[in-house]
């Protein structure tokens, strides 16, 4: 009769695990369950299915850097093309080039440095990387070396802002090759040498150190691509939003203060000797923008461009559209 109860239990012990472990493997939402899931491996891709290799690098996330890699590569050769086959187009290099060249001569008046197009308008972080291209291209004599250079910094920006979909598991692949098509984007970067690239790639740089959580990096790149043109500012309400929302107000305060600091710390050679001028310029908000350099506002008059209500319309537009972010979006 023992030996029989010892049998009994023993089987009853088997059939609770048994139905134990077939629950767990049937539910989803077990531990286990949520493992194997997360770790599925991607289907390999194979050349001899052409159709499911391009459907999968086009829409399945998993392969989203296998398709950055070919867009990076076919990036290189565009660029080199453009470089070799494009006529350059002068717009702002040459002023660029003379306005850091007084710096350079040792003036730090900000009313004095001067180019052909007007002022210096530029904060101090673009006298510092234009004074760099100044010697790196002969002062600015040898436009191909700095179209080499700008080259560079659009594969670099665009690596950064692979990086910064991939962060993105809803994002499918496909999204990358639209960053690639933009043609006024190329003609920016290695035909006009603008210094947009340059502070975009600061802003991009800055945007993936949010994603990976380094704060005080993040800031720190922010103000450096503040430092290098004034129309950054244009990303701040979010920038700030999402750093109240991740860091609290102390937290807020801290990164506030390390955007400051950078921005004292840059413009000090200015500052110590001609504080209000480098104010006035670097930072001038009531700057007009010429009517012959714009492009999306042409089918306007020029006297209706350049009036003041059309500025404080465009302002009050932008203000509303991002008091509706932070209501309807930004705070879910």
């Known amino acids: 009769m023992a030996v029989n109860r010892r049998v009994q239990q023993s089987e009853s012990t088997s059939a609770r695990k048994s139905s134990e472990l077939s629950r767990q493997e049937a539910s989803p939402s077990t531990n286990h369950y949520r493992f194997t899931e997360r770790q599925q491996p991607s289907a390999p891709l194979s050349i001899f ?10 829409t399945n996330h998993a392969h989203i ?18 470089i070799k086959k494009i006529p350059y187009t002068e717009i702002d290099w040459v002023a660029y080039m003379q306005e850091v060249s007084g710096y350079l001569k040792g003036e730090t008046d900000y009313m004095k440095l001067r180019g052909d197009t007007g002022p210096l308008v530029y904060p101090a972080g673009f006298v510092y990387i234009y004074s760099a291209l100044y010697y790196l291209t002969n002062m600015g004599k040898d436009i191909s070396r700095g179209q080499w250079f700008f080259m560079s910094l659009y594969l670099l920006t665009l690596g950064i802002v692979f990086a910064i979909y991939s962060k993105d598991k809803k994002t499918p692949p496909y999204v990358l090759i639209l960053v690639c ?5 190329h003609s920016i970067y290695v035909l006009r040498l603008f210094n947009d690239p340059v502070a975009m790639f600061f802003l991009y740089a800055a945007i993936l150190a949010f994603l990976y959580r380094r704060w005080a990096l993040s800031s720190t790149l922010f103000s450096l691509a503040l430092s290098v043109k004034m129309n950054i500012l244009l990303f701040f309400p979010a920038f700030g939003f999402l750093i109240w929302q991740t860091q609290g107000i102390v937290g807020t305060i801290i990164q506030l203060f390390i955007i400051f600091l950078v921005q004292v710390l840059l413009s000090l050679p200015f500052t110590l000797h001609h504080p209000e001028s480098y104010l006035r310029k670097a930072f001038e908000f009531s700057r007009v923008f010429e009517y012959r350099w714009t492009v999306n506002w042409k089918f306007l008059a020029e006297r209706t461009f350049l009036s003041k209500e059309l500025a404080q319309t465009l302002l009050a537009g932008h203000l509303v559209v991002l008091f509706a972010f932070v209501i309807l979006r930004w705070s879910r």
């Open 49 to 58: 299915r052409p159709v499911e290799l391009v459907s999968e690098l086009l």
């Open 181 to 185: 098509l933009s043609r006024r984007l």
């Open 65 to 82: 850097w296998k398709l950055a890699g070919l867009l990076f590569l076919a990036e290189i050769m565009l660029n080199i093309v453009i």
